[in-house]
């Protein structure tokens, strides 16, 4: 799988957009991204995911660059919430029975939504 | 609330010891996943299971080990457990067609 590089860590003030980066470099033409986030030691969570297109679902807008090589996930209204580590993740489509492979997740980028 | 279930929340056992977690997947998924998260290592995948069969293998240790039952629920069974051993462990659960993955509360397992 491509390898994804996310700031350590962020801030945002609650109730503006929060926008969240990750270089995927090497991605190659199969391969999706995918973006979960983990409060506190609870299990991780799916967000959204995307291959080219922009992609809008009710927790966020994933934008991915036209080359692919990087993407931004937008919270558009920050809450307290949403304070979490976010990880970022490429990998290939599962077109074959069995599903996809265990996701590899990389140390994310702590969100911290300020009051 | 995911839809999978882990029991039990909590486990203390002492060094050599073993035990079993048990996941049940959201209604519907054959797909059952394991990940350990402790500090140092971060969230690691360890084994994935369709359908009753061992479909991939992460960084499983050897002393684990796991099943997937026919009614598709899971069971990871660590053994001579080790202080390293603790951590969280998660369990995921997916289905066709896009293979999101959900994730049950963990257990978090403390080896004294």
């Known amino acids: 799988d491509a390898k994804t590089t996310q700031p350590t860590s962020m801030d945002c003030a609650e109730g503006r957009a929060a926008n969240l980066p990750c270089n995927h470099s090497?991605?190659?033409?199969?391969?999706?991204v995918y973006w979960y986030r983990q409060i506190h030691s609870q299990g991780p969570q799916y967000i959204i995911h995307?291959?080219?297109n922009n992609e809008t679902n009710e927790m966020a807008s994933l934008i991915i660059t036209e080359d692919r090589k990087s993407s931004t996930l937008i919270l558009p209204h920050a809450t307290l919430r949403d304070t979490a580590v976010y990880y970022c993740?490429?990998?290939?489509?599962?077109?074959?029975?069995?599903?996809?492979?265990?996701?590899?997740f990389g140390k994310g980028t702590h969100l911290i939504i300020q009051p | 609330d995911s839809g999978v279930t882990q029991t039990p929340k909590h486990l203390i056992t002492a060094t050599g010891q073993r035990v079993t977690l048990r996941c049940s997947p959201r209604?519907?998924?054959?797909?059952v996943y394991w990940y350990q998260q402790s500090l140092d290592q971060g969230l690691q995948f360890l084994i994935q299971?369709?359908?009753?069969?061992?479909?991939a293998k992460g960084n499983i240790l050897e002393r684990f080990s796991a099943q997937q039952f026919p009614d598709l629920h899971s069971e990871l069974n660590l053994s001579s457990l080790e202080l390293g051993d603790s951590a969280l462990y998660f369990c995921?659960?997916?289905?066709?067609?896009?293979?999101?993955?959900?994730f049950g509360p963990g257990t978090r397992l403390t080896v004294l």
């Open positions: 995307g291959l080219k």
């Open positions: 090497t991605i190659s033409g199969n391969e999706y």
């Open positions: 995921a659960s997916s289905v066709a067609p896009d293979w999101k993955q959900f």
């Open positions: 209604s519907g998924d054959l797909s």
């Open positions: 993740i490429v990998r290939p489509w599962a077109h074959s029975g069995g599903g996809a492979d265990g996701l590899t």
């Open positions: 299971y369709y359908n009753g069969e061992e479909r």
